[in-house]
């Protein structure tokens, strides 16, 4: 996926679109064992500075572990098949995405807006 894109001023949240191809365990730091079934999902995140250098790191495949989506975007049965930033804060955004749960507190240690995960996995 190219990862040269710049992004209109103002845009502070980003949604990866993220296909697994197969069913997956990994372990997300601190949040232990995670189970992922093949399928589409959706991460929620923000960048208050440098949104295009957030979104590069995550396409990037040479990185340093440290948020739970890295976990995920390690393993080499899933891709990220597409980007959309927006103006609209990471937890309003994150809110009105219909999708289920799939692994509790995913991508939402530091949340205070009780939004249970900004991972969604995303209906068939």
């Given at each position: 996926m190219?990862?040269?894109?710049?992004?209109?001023?103002?845009?502070?949240?980003?949604?990866?679109?993220?296909h697994v191809r197969k069913d997956i365990r990994i372990v997300a730091g601190a949040l232990g064992s995670c189970n992922f079934t093949a399928g589409d999902y959706i991460y929620t995140g923000s960048a208050r500075r440098n949104l295009a250098a957030r979104i590069k790191r995550h396409l990037s495949d040479n990185k340093k572990l440290r948020w739970h989506i890295d976990y995920l975007l390690a393993d080499p049965n899933v891709d990220i098949i597409g980007v959309d930033t927006s103006h609209i804060p990471e937890c309003q955004w994150n809110q009105h995405l219909s999708g289920g749960i799939p692994v509790s507190g995913f991508g939402a240690s530091d949340c205070r807006k009780r939004c249970g995960a900004h991972l969604k996995s995303l209906p068939a």
């Open positions: 190219k990862s040269d894109f710049s992004y209109p001023a103002g845009h502070i949240s980003y949604r990866l679109h993220i």
